[in-house]
């Protein structure tokens, strides 16, 4: 068994995501939105993400982006991101591949000690969601959707990551059990995270949107546009 710090230990936070580009990010939301709309509500719930994990006591914060033209290596193309990426995290990039290939990548990224990876498409997230991951002496964490899928996948030792998450079948409604029993099978102890609702379509939207903090980026932008005829 490897050497790993101390469940207590802060955890390296990964937020894996696509670059907000219309076209390229929540095309189930079109229609009714537009690929404009979508991306932007897209952009919105990052924000929200990226925000909160800010607020997660962490070693260290890793945004994984997946952008326009990226071809694989591990820095994204030299540009500026937008203005919703906030100061304090290391920028790279998800590489080629398969979802399953691409968080694999996620976690080669992290040092020694736990690691929690969640995505952009919960921006109802809030700290105290996750606040067992690397202290309650789990060996990972798993975050289920209410799509089948899961929102949240933590590992007390990120460097088995390749072996417990590569060729799970993803967006698929067992992802996120077919997830759970690997890691069980593999003799963690898994810790449950809260179920939480994705974003994927427009009626998602409206039910996250009501589950989002006082001051949601998402919700604000959501409301605009139905306040726009929406």
Known sequence: MSARLPASAPVTLLVIAKDPVPGRVKTRL??????????ALAEAALADTLHTVLRIPA??????????????????????????????????SQGSGGLDERIATAF????????????MDTPQLTAD?????????HDAWLGPAADGGFWALGLADPSRAATLVRGVPMSTDRTGAIQRRRLV???????????LRDVDTAADAAEVAACCPPGSRFAAALNSLAGAGR
């Not at 079109?30 to 991306?39: D, G, H, I, L």
């Not at 080669?108 to 995505?119: E, I, S």
């Not at 969601?129 to 002496?137: H, S």
């Open 30 to 39: 079109t229609p009714p939105y537009t690929p404009r709309e979508a991306a």
């Open 59 to 92: 070693r260290r914060r890793v945004l994984v982006l997946d952008v326009p033209g990226d071809n694989g290596i591990s820095d994204v193309p030299d540009r500026v991101p937008g203005p919703w990426l906030p100061p304090g995290f290391d920028l790279v």
């Open 108 to 119: 080669a990224h992290c040092d020694r000690g736990p690691a929690l990876l969640v995505g």
């Open 129 to 137: 969601l996750v606040a067992t991951v690397g202290r309650d002496g």
């Open 185 to 195: 099978e593999a003799g963690l102890s898994v810790g449950d995270l809260p179920v």
